[in-house]
């Protein structure tokens, strides 16, 4: 589940070093994730967040392959690869938001790699076995504000998701409170400063074919469809709480 031997020797080789300079080891991300600059460029690494379900645990919507390769394959090279393109920088950040919102002044594989790792960190939380229905609350009416109802949303989310061409992302997104729906190319995403819409992304879908070929093949509207029974709103909600 978790990043490789080598990778991890790489994290704890930096831990070590950031360790001598006062900065115990585990909170390494945490730092990163509290917005505090301590760490000096190229000593920061990123790691793949835990799945927070089973790889079969989104059946039949997502099957178990698809998950094993998606998570364990696709989103640990992003990190490694990520981690890779953050030595070669000296751009100082806080946190790994802040890369991705001034993603402008960061080179292309900080840009694609970094996108990677944020957008499936996302989406595998906006995911559960068991989900789906619609939300409530503030998130529910503010679809409603911006839609003028959760179906009307979730027709044009579903469209923007099947007829991104492709590779790519659909998202619905809080501009200030607003909601709207976009899509972004490759591993781009609203919250980057290259952003055509940009905003908060609260809820994304991957339409990257890696996302479900082995099931789907050339199927994508069933894959978006099948997708909407594991939205966890709670989630989203709390992108919102959040924004
Ligand atoms: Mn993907």
Redesign the pocket.
Known sequence: MHADPSSRRGFLKKSALLAAAGVAASSINKLAGAGLNLAPPGTVSFELPPLPYAFDALEPAIDKMTMEI?YGK??AAYVANLNKAMEKTTEPFSSPEEIIRNISKYPVPVRNNGG?HY??SL?WKIMKPGGGGQPSGPLSEAINTAFGSFDNFRTKFTEAAVKHFGSGWAWLLSANGRLEIASTPNQDNPLMDTAETRGIPLLGI?V?E??YYLKYQNRRAEYVNAWWSLVNWDAVSDNLRKR
């Open positions: 998606h696709h989103h990677g957008n499936h989406f991957d990257w890696h996302a």
